[in-house]
């Protein structure tokens, strides 16, 4: 038993161990780490969370039942029932729907009684031949369309308990994986939309979060986390990868000649800056660490990152175990100190005088036609409904990439697409194309920046209905409203704030609306003004609650139109508008430009 444990903690231990393997036992599973004796320390890939659970136990905590029921029979372990399960047409319980989610499957009962899948997509780009293997899976096994989530990754839906299995598989069959998409892991990896295509980036990030991605699938160690974890690689490209509502945020920044650490010159050129603790949901951006990492470095660093949050995450509570907690109460430099005893060396700080400005975002640059660094090459961005595509629309995508592009299809974090390598002579014929299935690469600038999670249709946490709403706010807002400036519009259902309420411009959150005197609800929204990210990053602020759902487009009306009525110059945008605003008085000008609508 390791020497790290006092005597005490190692009787703990030992109890704590016994009553694992005795849960473990009643499901008819062997021991723990494959030892004769119920009380042996753990050992093998999973030591390190068990470890963690008991010293946590020994300390006095409860640890949370996700955690009870990782250590009785890990998921990984348990894909053998899970088809015993789905060829007898069951659904799992709460335990077994947890361990599900490990290999990427959400039982979402009772929005809908079937599972969602969720891929993994390393830096949200896969091949046309991909893109339509999915597509016939959707329609074989699935409802017959897709979602493109906040996390540059696609969703399908309504798969039966018995296509569970046979969806897991075609996808592997197609080079594609779904584990780990869900419940204590590390979600998809996202990366520059634009990678290795961008004029403007500064680092191609496609290798980084490839490698992560491989890293993470062959080391199970790194799963059962004490809760989900994101990591993101941002190039400085045209389209923002939102790296700073990860867990770590890796940021590529040029440093200028003349920085030193500890005496030593810092070699100029293209560096990861490290930002830790995004997690708007909890209102926190991620924060710079002063830390700068070479590309080259960010899988071992991140691995010494996980490594310390698998070892001192909160097990114990739920709503407090991610990332941030461990760094609020520690502090970043006791946690840098943490991760540099796991690197056996120093992280490299650079002062922020010796790194230059990044590039700009455009906010535009997910949709139309935009030009590639390589010449007479094209990416195409596709708007797509709050991120809902078609089978028979999926298909056409998948054969404008391979015969009017370069193969690739690139999810964005703004629930679009990419068709790249696009050459001038074929834009024409991929907008055509597109039209005629219903799609197009042309949309108001309203609906460029309107973001939806699934919303109550089909998630049970949900207290509205996220997408058909946006949908209902563009349809309202553009007869009466011109933009001439990008906003964005994020609509979410619940706390875990899939769709981001608080980076957007206006944020808007599900909630029940109280209606009459007998406890009545509606499905309604709290909605926030003033979020952002990059350069403009904070968090929104509560402009009003319990709005109904059907009230929701003539206010965002007229929270746009007060912008446009009263900002102090043709140029300001939305966010700066409403920063220089208190919440009150933002309010009395909303209601007197209402009324005067």
């Not at 006095?60 to 009785?72: N, P, T, Y």
């Amino acid at each position: 038993m390791s020497d790290d444990f006092t005597p005490e903690q190692k009787r703990y231990l030992e109890g704590f161990m016994s009553g694992m393997q005795s849960a473990r036992t009643a499901r008819g599973l062997g021991p723990l780490g494959g030892k004769a004796t119920p009380s042996a320390a753990p050992s093998g890939p999973d030591r390190e969370h068990l470890e963690a659970q008991a010293r946590q136990v020994a300390a006095g905590g409860k640890l949370v039942d996700q955690e009870k029921w990782k250590a009785a029979e890990h998921p990984f372990d348990a894909y053998a029932r899970f088809k015993q399960q789905a060829g007898a047409g069951l659904y799992p319980k709460p335990d077994d729907n947890f361990r599900w989610r490990y290999h990427g499957l959400f039982y979402v009962a009772p929005a809908q009684n079937s599972y969602m899948c969720r891929l993994r997509i390393p830096n949200g780009i896969l091949t046309s031949w991909q893109f339509e293997g999915v597509a016939d899976l959707a329609e074989r096994l699935g409802g017959g369309y897709s979602h493109v989530s906040t996390r540059a990754n696609l969703q399908v839906r309504e798969i039966t308990a018995q296509n569970g299995p046979a969806f897991l598989e075609g996808l592997v069959d197609l080079g594609l994986t779904a584990k780990g998409s869900g419940a204590d892991n590390i979600r998809n990896v996202t990366g520059s939309a634009t990678a290795g295509i961008d004029p403007l980036e500064l680092l191609d990030t496609r290798p980084h979060a490839r490698a992560w991605h491989h890293h993470i699938l062959n080391d199970r160690s790194l799963y059962g986390l004490p809760r989900k974890f994101n990591v993101a690689f941002d190039g400085a490209g045209s389209i923002a990868t939102l790296e700073d509502t990860n867990d770590i945020g890796f940021q590529a920044i040029e440093v200028l000649e003349g920085a030193s650490f500890e005496g030593q010159p810092v070699a100029p050129g293209i560096w990861y800056r490290l930002a830790l603790g995004g997690i708007t949901g909890h209102k926190d951006l991620a924060r710079d660490t002063g830390v700068v990492v070479a590309p080259m470095d960010a899988i071992t660093v991140s691995d010494a990152i996980l490594r310390v949050f698998i070892a001192n995450g909160d097990r114990t509570d739920r709503n407090r175990s991610r990332l941030k907690y461990v760094l609020d109460a520690w502090g970043f430099e006791r946690f840098l100190a943490a991760v540099e005893e796991k690197l056996g060396r120093r992280l490299i700080r650079v002062e922020t005088a010796f790194v230059a400005p990044r590039p700009i975002y455009d906010r535009l640059a997910h949709i139309g036609v935009h030009r590639q660094r390589q010449p007479g090459l094209n990416w195409v961005g596709v708007a797509l409904p709050v991120g809902k595509l078609t089978v028979a629309q999926m298909r056409v995508i998948a054969a404008l990439a391979q015969q009017c592009g370069d193969g690739d299809i690139r999810l964005t974090v703004w629930q679009n697409l990419l068709i790249s390598g696009v050459p001038d002579a074929r834009v024409e014929d991929v907008l055509a194309h597109l039209q005629a299935a219903g799609l197009s690469a042309e949309t108001s600038i309203l609906r460029a920046g309107l973001i939806a999670c699934t919303g109550a249709t089909g998630c049970k946490f949900a207290g509205a209905y996220t997408k058909e709403d946006a949908l209902a706010i563009a349809a309202h807002c553009e007869p009466r409203i011109t933009l001439d400036q990008p906003v964005n519009i994020h609509l979410t259902g619940c706390h875990n704030s899939c769709a981001q309420h608080y980076i957007g411009d206006l944020g808007l959150i599900g909630a029940k609306v109280p209606v009459g005197e007998d406890g009545d609800t509606v499905p309604g929204y709290h909605v926030f003004v003033g979020g952002g990210f990059g350069i403009e990053g904070g968090i929104g602020r509560e402009f009003r609650t319990n709005v109904k759902a059907e009230e929701a487009p003539a206010l965002v009306e007229a929270i746009l139109r007060t912008w446009q009525t009263h900002r102090a110059a043709p140029d300001e945008s939305f966010v700066a508008f409403a920063r220089r605003h208190e919440i009150a008085a933002l309010q009395a000008l909303v209601a007197q430009t209402g009324d005067a609508a």
